[in-house]
């Protein structure tokens, strides 16, 4: 079996945990899923401080990466563009 990498970021001021575990046959594709966290920082931050009004197609596939690789729960689009804002590649 291959190694497990394992990356997780948390933001302080909301109930959960983004955590991501994967192994290297699957290693590629989690890597575009963490590129396209990175390039959607300024979607999130024009998404937060217009308080949800201003909806990026970065931040929009950012949602989708983790919403479909992490157990985010219930997490509102705006806990999600906080942790997008603080998500550092490891």
Known sequence: MGAVVSAT???TFSPFTLTQ???????GSHKGGDQKI?????????FVASDGYIRGASLEAAF???RTQNQVGTASDIEL???VLI???R
């Open 9 to 11: 970021f948390v933001v």
């Open 21 to 27: 575990e994967i192994d290297e046959s699957t290693q």
């Open 38 to 46: 990175l390039a959607a920082r300024n979607d999130a931050a024009a």
């Open 64 to 66: 989708e990466v983790l």
């Open 81 to 83: 563009a906080q942790a």
């Open 87 to 89: 998500y550092e590649f």
